[in-house]
């Protein structure tokens, strides 16, 4: 195989950029990874990944072709460098750009005359040319689509994922004029098993990412507000979806928290640039709104069942059962199981939380929240227990799992449908 002439730089070896830096690493090319945190690098370096997109095996049969560093000096041989940073939201749920700003500062220290600059970031259409690209041109000197050149193709990188990876999920691709279009679409084509899509300008492939989990999330709102209003007839919502999805074209999803990097966050973006255009976007709003609340509402409802089956409320032991966004993976990001714990809390209930996927050293500023070790493992009881993720541990648990570790009668709050007699299910 002929060695591929570009040389990769990745920028941000988070669940996105380390899988698609040993995508690219495997077949062939010399790739750089760079990361300001010290520690993820000597992590990577010494073999590890810690997010456990990876195998030690995986970054093991790349080792000659992929390395990784904090050092400025140690990228400036490349000539396509892809960002791959995070693109959080404030306090007041507007979108912070800082990350993508930074990185694109200190891409520029290093920028040379026909580079190109890749961003995979999840942002509103404009980001990359309107706030991007200035902070590219002012510290290289260089002008934009004359003298270096930019692409958007956006991630779609499914944390904990181990069908649906990267090369495995069809590629939006984008450049700033039609030959580097091209270019980028030929590029990750070559690693993209299934095929990529060549988006008409960079504005429509940052569209066409930020409505995806815009999209799921309002639909995902429906099915909340769907439960809401089936838990107050005292209708089983599960059992509703079941009923109504044997219709073909019946789109089948279940209710429940919704945090994670994407889909809590995402439609932020697009709600922001909307409203600077004077448009107010009521319905993504709205949906925004009623899945923020859901945790609110879990922790009502277990109080209520709580106090139907006569248990104080106040000293209240309850375990909760998972802290990770999603199901079998370690990640943390705007999880919203805190919400539950948050609401719990306001009622004086002494709260635990196990999680078989979390590590200490992971928790960061989760480390408020009382985080144990195994309860099965343990004699203490709780009052209620709410079963917030579905991790394949938890699945397991049997009536007598629950049953050595709860106070009579038995209070088990099922988010996730995964409990085979629950007090109460969402």
């Not at 400025?72 to 892809?82: A, D, G, T």
């Not at 706030?131 to 000197?141: A, G, H, I, Y």
Request: charged share 25%.
């Amino acid at each position: 195989m002929k060695k591929p002439e570009e040389k990769i730089c990745i920028v941000g070896l988070g669940y996105v950029g380390l899988p698609l830096a040993h995508a690219f690493a495997k077949k062939g090319f010399g790739v750089v990874g760079f990361d300001i945190n010290q520690d993820r690098i000597e992590e990577l370096n010494s073999g590890y990944d810690r997010t456990l997109e990876l195998e030690d095996s995986q970054l093991l049969e790349v080792k000659d072709r992929l390395y990784f560093t904090s050092d400025l000096n140690e990228i400036k041989s490349s000539n396509i460098y892809i960002v791959t940073v995070p693109t959080p939201i404030d306090r007041n749920h507007n979108p912070d750009l800082m990350p993508l700003i930074k990185s694109s500062q200190t891409i520029s220290k290093v920028l040379s005359k026909n580079d190109i600059v890749i961003y995979e970031s999840t942002v509103y259409p404009g980001v990359t040319e309107d706030v991007c690209v200035p902070e590219l041109e002012r510290f290289s000197n260089l002008k934009y689509n004359v003298d270096f050149f930019c692409g958007y193709s956006p991630e779609r990188i499914n944390p904990g994922d181990k069908k649906h990876t990267v090369t495995k999920i069809k590629k939006v691709t984008s450049g700033s004029n039609k030959k580097i279009a091209t270019k980028v679409d030929i590029l990750y084509n070559s690693i993209i098993e299934v095929g990529t899509f060549m988006a008409s300008s960079i504005k429509v492939a940052e569209a066409s990412k930020v409505i995806e989990n815009t999209q799921r999330d309002v639909n995902i709102a429906l099915i909340n507000e769907l439960a809401l209003i089936f838990n107050a007839m005292n209708i089983d919502t599960n059992e509703v979806l079941e009923a109504a999805s044997t219709k073909w074209n019946f789109i089948k999803l279940k209710p429940g928290l919704v945090g994670g990097h994407c889909i809590g966050i995402d439609p932020y973006y697009l709600t922001f640039k909307a409203e600077e255009l004077g448009y107010k976007p009521n319905l993504i709003l709205g949906a925004r709104q009623i899945n923020n609340g859901m945790g609110k509402f879990i922790a009502e409802q277990t109080i209520k069942q709580m106090i139907l089956n006569d248990k104080n409320i106040r000293n209240s032991n309850i375990l909760i059962l998972g802290l990770t966004f999603k199901e079998n993976c370690p990640d943390l990001r705007n999880t919203r199981v805190i919400d539950i714990i948050d609401e719990l809390d306001t009622y004086g209930c002494s709260v635990e939380v196990y999680d078989p996927w979390v590590k200490k050293e992971d928790i960061n500023d989760l480390g408020k929240y009382n985080i144990i070790s195994n309860p099965f493992e343990n004699s203490k009881k709780y009052d209620s227990i709410i079963v917030a993720v579905a991790h394949d541990k938890f699945k397991n648990l049997t009536a007598s799992d629950y049953d050595q570790i709860t106070t009579k009668p038995e209070v088990i709050i099922d988010i996730k449908g995964i409990v085979e007699k629950p007090k109460w299910r969402l």
